[in-house]
Protein backbone atom coordinates (compact mmCIF):
# COMPACT_ATOMS: atom_id res chain seq x y z
CA UNK A 1 0.00 0.00 0.00
CA UNK A 2 1.15 2.93 -1.07
CA UNK A 3 2.12 6.70 1.20
CA UNK A 4 -1.28 8.92 0.67
CA UNK A 5 0.77 11.87 1.26
CA UNK A 6 3.05 10.86 -0.74
CA UNK A 7 4.37 14.21 -2.65
CA UNK A 8 5.79 14.01 -6.47
CA UNK A 9 8.33 16.76 -7.73
CA UNK A 10 7.22 19.21 -10.06
CA UNK A 11 10.53 18.77 -11.72
CA UNK A 12 13.72 17.34 -11.18
CA UNK A 13 16.86 19.33 -11.60
CA UNK A 14 20.09 17.15 -12.26
CA UNK A 15 23.33 19.30 -10.65
CA UNK A 16 25.17 16.58 -10.57
CA UNK A 17 29.07 17.11 -11.85
CA UNK A 18 28.02 20.95 -11.60
CA UNK A 19 30.60 23.57 -10.14
CA UNK A 20 29.32 25.43 -6.79
CA UNK A 21 28.77 28.50 -8.65
CA UNK A 22 27.05 26.53 -11.56
CA UNK A 23 24.64 25.13 -9.32
CA UNK A 24 24.14 28.40 -7.43
CA UNK A 25 22.97 30.39 -10.42
CA UNK A 26 20.57 27.20 -11.58
CA UNK A 27 19.01 27.70 -7.93
CA UNK A 28 19.03 31.26 -8.19
CA UNK A 29 16.87 30.94 -11.23
CA UNK A 30 14.59 28.76 -9.92
CA UNK A 31 13.74 30.75 -6.83
CA UNK A 32 13.44 34.08 -9.35
CA UNK A 33 11.02 32.30 -11.20
CA UNK A 34 8.89 30.89 -8.48
CA UNK A 35 7.15 28.30 -10.86
CA UNK A 36 7.62 25.42 -8.45
CA UNK A 37 7.01 24.24 -5.07
CA UNK A 38 8.12 20.93 -4.74
CA UNK A 39 12.45 20.14 -6.35
CA UNK A 40 14.09 17.05 -6.61
CA UNK A 41 17.62 18.22 -7.28
CA UNK A 42 20.05 15.74 -7.95
CA UNK A 43 23.43 16.26 -6.58
CA UNK A 44 25.06 13.22 -6.33
CA UNK A 45 27.15 11.31 -3.35
CA UNK A 46 30.88 13.13 -4.08
CA UNK A 47 32.72 9.99 -4.35
CA UNK A 48 34.64 11.05 -7.28
CA UNK A 49 35.30 14.44 -5.89
CA UNK A 50 39.03 14.67 -5.17
CA UNK A 51 38.50 16.51 -1.78
CA UNK A 52 35.14 14.87 -0.96
CA UNK A 53 31.63 16.15 -1.52
CA UNK A 54 31.32 19.35 -2.42
CA UNK A 55 28.12 19.83 -4.49
CA UNK A 56 25.75 18.18 -1.68
CA UNK A 57 27.17 20.46 1.15
CA UNK A 58 26.81 23.05 -1.07
CA UNK A 59 23.26 23.08 -1.77
CA UNK A 60 21.76 22.02 1.69
CA UNK A 61 24.11 25.07 3.11
CA UNK A 62 22.53 27.25 -0.10
CA UNK A 63 18.98 25.98 0.91
CA UNK A 64 19.19 26.84 4.69
CA UNK A 65 20.51 29.96 4.51
CA UNK A 66 17.45 31.30 2.45
CA UNK A 67 14.87 29.55 4.61
CA UNK A 68 14.09 27.00 2.46
CA UNK A 69 12.87 23.20 3.91
CA UNK A 70 14.61 20.36 2.48
CA UNK A 71 15.01 16.35 3.27
CA UNK A 72 16.93 13.58 1.41
CA UNK A 73 15.18 11.45 -0.72
CA UNK A 74 14.35 7.99 -0.71
CA UNK A 75 16.44 5.25 -1.41
CA UNK A 76 14.42 4.93 -4.52
CA UNK A 77 14.25 8.62 -5.46
CA UNK A 78 18.19 8.73 -5.13
CA UNK A 79 18.74 8.61 -1.47
CA UNK A 80 22.01 10.67 -0.13
CA UNK A 81 22.50 11.96 -3.66
CA UNK A 82 19.42 13.79 -4.25
CA UNK A 83 17.07 16.40 -1.99
CA UNK A 84 13.85 16.75 -2.07
CA UNK A 85 13.19 20.74 -1.84
CA UNK A 86 9.82 22.73 -0.62
CA UNK A 87 9.61 26.22 -2.35
CA UNK A 88 6.96 28.90 -0.88
Known amino acids: MGNKYQQTPEIEIDLHGYTSRGAEE ?3 SLI ?3 KHRHVRIIV ?3 NNSANGPVLP ?3 RNYLTARG ?3 N ?3 IQDG ?3 ALEAFFK
Open 72 to 74: QSK
Open 79 to 81: GEG
Open 44 to 46: GKG
Open 57 to 59: NFV
Open 32 to 34: REG
Open 26 to 28: ILD
Open 68 to 70: IHY
